[in-house]
């Protein structure tokens, strides 16, 4: 069975950092990519970042390009998010995505979810 527990979330003042990090377990996910979405409070999920496993390459939304670090160990099945100066709008809930498609947006595997508030 696989499971995705993400885990480092929570209360933070603006300009503040947090880091996320995501265990795979299950399966061995060698294909396509591992990322972070986000959903804000009344709106749709969406993309944060990304990383390929095959190569390396990252990939991030333009709203946390320069902020954000995404790096992975693929051996362990695990990716991190490193998130600094932070912005109230970077409040909501993190997911981890496994067998992530970065072509198609095609996602295999979610996580449950990890609350980040940040205050002004």
């Known amino acids: 069975q696989v499971q995705l527990v993400e885990s480092g979330g929570g209360l933070v003042q603006a300009g503040g950092s947090l880091k996320l990090s995501c265990a795979a377990s299950g399966r061995t996910f060698s294909n396509y990519a591992m990322g972070w979405f986000r959903q804000a409070p009344g709106k749709e999920r969406e993309f944060v970042a990304a990383?390929?496993?095959?190569?390396?390459?990252?990939y991030y939304a333009d709203s946390v390009k320069g902020r954000f670090t995404i790096s992975g160990d693929n051996a362990k099945n695990t990716v991190y998010l490193q998130m600094n100066s932070l912005k109230p709008e970077d409040t909501a809930v993190y997911y981890c995505a496994a067998d992530f498609n970065i072509v198609t947006a095609r996602v295999g595997y979610w996580g449950q979810g990890t609350r980040v508030t940040v205050s002004s």
């Open positions: 990383i390929s496993w095959s190569g390396g390459s990252t």
